[in-house]
C-alpha cells in the first residue's frame, strides 16, 4: 500500500527544502526525497557552504599576514589543513543540521534515498538505509540541481585532477594548481589556494574571464586576481591531461575561432605559449554544471527535456505532465541557490492557488573573492545588444571613505539606467561586501527605482554602500566626491 501525500520533492537543496517547508506552511502533507545521506543539495554539502567557509579563513590568514600596516603583529601564519577541514565540515554540519529541525518543525517527511518516478502520481524511493518505499502523491516537484560538467577525455579521480567537490578537500596545499575555465567555481577557488600559497594558473577558453558580467568589471577583476598571484592564459583549450605520480601534465592549444577569440594584453601570453604542455601538482576541472536528470525515471511517465537536458517546464514550473513540476538548477535559467529557492516557494504558491511568481530580470550575481564582484540586471553589452539607450554612472571605492579606512579600495561600482526614463537597469560591483551591497540595487530595480531615487536617498557615512548612492549620482554627472 502507498503512503498518501499532496506534494513530493524530488531533492532537499535549497530549490527542494524551500519548497518542501513552503508547501508545509500552506497546509500540505509534504515529503522530502534526497539520495545523499545529508540534505542540503550540492550546496550546503559540496558547494557553497564549504566554498565559503574556506574562502573566510583563507582570506583571515592573508589579512593576518598583511596586517602590519595597522601595527598588528601576528608574526608568520601558519596553515593547520586538519583544523581548516574540521571548521569547513563543522559549517556544513550547522547547516544541514538545520534544515534537519526545519522539517520536524513543520512536519515534513524526509527520505534518504534514489526517488524514481513510476507513474505521474507514483515515486519509488530506495533507501539507502535498505528497503523501499512506494510514495502516492497529488503533485511531485522535481529538484534535482546539477552535476559537475565534464572535460572531454579527462577522468576526474578527485586525487590529481579534481571537481570543485575534491578541490575542498585537499589533505595539504598544494604547491601548483592549475584551473579549467575562469568563472565562478574556479576563480573562488583558486582565491582559496593562491591565498594560502599555492601557484594558479586558469586556463580559459574565451578571452575574457567569468562569462556573463560586464565587461569593464571582468576586466579590472582579473587585474586584481594577477596582482594577487593569478595567472591566466585566455583564449585556451586544454587538449590533453596526463596523470603522473607526484602530477599531471596538461596540454594547451589555442581555442576554436581563435580569431573570434582573441587575446588581451593578459592573455597575450597564453598565445605566445601555444601548445605547450604544463605542469601542475594538482588540476582542477571547473567548466560549468550540467542538469541532473539520471535516474528520475522520467522517461517512465514521459516527461520531456531540451536540448541541454533540462527538463523543460512553462512559466508556472508545469512540465509536460499535468501534475509534475520542476525548479531549479535542473531548468532553464542561472543555476543559483536563490533562483531555486525563490523557484520553490513560487511553486508551493501556485499548487495552492496563489500567485507565486519569480522576477528572472532581478536575481543578483555574485563572486565571493576578495574583493568581491556582484550584478544585477543588465550588462552595457545586453543593452546595446537590444538598443536601449542607457546612462552610466560610475564610482571607485578609492574615493569612499570606508574603503580606504578599511585599505579596500580596488574596484568601482556602476549603474546603467535608462536614458530616458532614469529607471535602473543593471547594477554591477566589484569591490568590498559587494554581495551584501548588490541587494539595495535588487530591491530598487524590483520596485522599478529611478537612479535618482537611490541618489536622493540618504546613506549612512561612512559606509561602503555610499559608493552606490555615489554612482547613482553619476548617472546625472553629479557625483560629489570624485
Known amino acids: 500500500m502507498a503512503d498518501d501525500f499532496d506534494i513530493i520533492v524530488i531533492g532537499s537543496g535549497p530549490g527542494g527544502y524551500v519548497c518542501a517547508i513552503r508547501a508545509a506552511q500552506l497546509g500540505l502533507r509534504v515529503a522530502c526525497i534526497d539520495k545523499r545521506g545529508t540534505h542540503g543539495g550540492t550546496c550546503l554539502n559540496v558547494g557553497c557552504i564549504p566554498s565559503k567557509a574556506l574562502l573566510?579563513?583563507?582570506?583571515?590568514?592573508?589579512?593576518?599576514?598583511?596586517?602590519?600596516?595597522?601595527?598588528?603583529?601576528?608574526?608568520?601564519?601558519?596553515i593547520d589543513m586538519p583544523a581548516l577541514m574540521k571548521y569547513k565540515q563543522?559549517?556544513?554540519?550547522?547547516?544541514?543540521?538545520?534544515?534537519?529541525?526545519l522539517f520536524k518543525k513543520n512536519k515534513i517527511e524526509a527520505m534518504h534515498g534514489a526517488g524514481e518516478l513510476i507513474a505521474p502520481d507514483r515515486v519509488k524511493v530506495a533507501l539507502l538505509d535498505g528497503?523501499?518505499?512506494?510514495?502516492?502523491?497529488?503533485?511531485?516537484?522535481?529538484?534535482?540541481?546539477?552535476?559537475?560538467?565534464?572535460l572531454a577525455g579527462?577522468?576526474?579521480?578527485?586525487?590529481?585532477?579534481?571537481?570543485?567537490?575534491?578541490?575542498?578537500?585537499?589533505?595539504?596545499?598544494p604547491k601548483s594548481l592549475l584551473i579549467v575555465g575562469g568563472g565562478v567555481i574556479g576563480l573562488e577557488l583558486g582565491s582559496v589556494w593562491a591565498r594560502l600559497g599555492t601557484e594558479v594558473t586558469v586556463v580559459e577558453f574565451l578571452d575574457h574571464i567569468i562569462a556573463g558580467a560586464d565587461a569593464d568589471i571582468a576586466k579590472q577583476f582579473q587585474t586584481v586576481l594577477t596582482k594577487q598571484g593569478l595567472r591566466f592564459l585566455l583564449g585556451r583549450k586544454v587538449t590533453n591531461i596526463e596523470t603522473l605520480k607526484a602530477s599531471a601534465k596538461v596540454t594547451?592549444?589555442?581555442?576554436?575561432?581563435?580569431?573570434?577569440?582573441?587575446?588581451?594584453?593578459?592573455?597575450?601570453?597564453?598565445?605566445?605559449?601555444?601548445?605547450?604542455?604544463?605542469?601542475?601538482?594538482?588540476?582542477?576541472?571547473?567548466?560549468?554544471?550540467?542538469?541532473?536528470?539520471?535516474g528520475l525515471g522520467l522517461e517512465n511517465v514521459g516527461v520531456q527535456l531540451d536540448a541541454q537536458g533540462r527538463v523543460?517546464?512553462?512559466?508556472?514550473?508545469?512540465?509536460?505532465?499535468?501534475?509534475i513540476y520542476a525548479i531549479g538548477d535542473v531548468i532553464a535559467g542561472p543555476m543559483l541557490a536563490h533562483k531555486a529557492e525563490d523557484e520553490g516557494i513560487a511553486v508551493a504558491e501556485i499548487l495552492v492557488g496563489q500567485a507565486g511568481h519569480v522576477n528572472y530580470d532581478v536575481i543578483p550575481n555574485v563572486i565571493y573573492t576578495a574583493p568581491e564582484v556582484a550584478w544585477v540586471g543588465k550588462t552595457e553589452a545586453e543593452l546595446k545588444s537590444a538598443n536601449i539607450a542607457y546612462k552610466v554612472g560610475t564610482f571607485p571605492f578609492m574615493a569612499n571613505g570606508r574603503a580606504k579606512v578599511n585599505g579596500t579600495v580596488e574596484g568601482f561600482v556602476k549603474t546603467l539606467a535608462d536614458a530616458n526614463t532614469d529607471r535602473i537597469l543593471g547594477v554591477h560591483i566589484l569591490g568590498p561586501e559587494a554581495g551584501n551591497m548588490i541587494g539595495?540595487?535588487?530591491?530598487?530595480?524590483?520596485?522599478?527605482?529611478?537612479?535618482?531615487?537611490?541618489?536622493?536617498?540618504?546613506?549612512a557615512h561612512p559606509t561602503l554602500s555610499e559608493a552606490l548612492k555615489e554612482s547613482a549620482l553619476a548617472v546625472a554627472a553629479r557625483a560629489i566626491h570624485m
Open 56 to 78: 573566510h579563513a583563507s582570506e583571515t590568514y592573508s589579512q593576518a599576514a598583511h596586517a602590519n600596516h595597522m601595527g598588528i603583529q601576528f608574526g608568520t601564519p601558519k
Open 90 to 101: 563543522k559549517t556544513i554540519d550547522g547547516n544541514v543540521q538545520g534544515i534537519d529541525f
Open 131 to 150: 528497503g523501499e518505499r512506494i510514495l502516492q502523491t497529488k503533485y511531485i516537484v522535481i529538484a534535482t540541481g546539477s552535476d559537475i560538467a565534464p
Open 154 to 173: 579527462v577522468e576526474i579521480d578527485e586525487q590529481r585532477i579534481v571537481s570543485s567537490t575534491g578541490a575542498l578537500d585537499f589533505d595539504s596545499v
Open 252 to 294: 594547451i592549444a589555442p581555442a576554436q575561432n581563435q580569431n573570434e577569440a582573441g587575446q588581451n594584453e593578459a592573455g597575450q601570453k597564453g598565445a605566445n605559449e601555444a601548445g605547450e604542455t604544463l605542469s601542475a601538482e594538482r588540476v582542477l576541472v571547473a567548466i560549468g554544471r550540467r542538469p541532473y536528470t539520471a
Open 312 to 323: 523543460e517546464t512553462d512559466k508556472h514550473f508545469k512540465t509536460n505532465i499535468d501534475n
Open 440 to 459: 539595495e540595487a535588487a530591491v530598487a530595480m524590483e520596485f522599478g527605482a529611478s537612479a535618482d531615487d537611490i541618489a536622493r536617498t540618504c546613506h
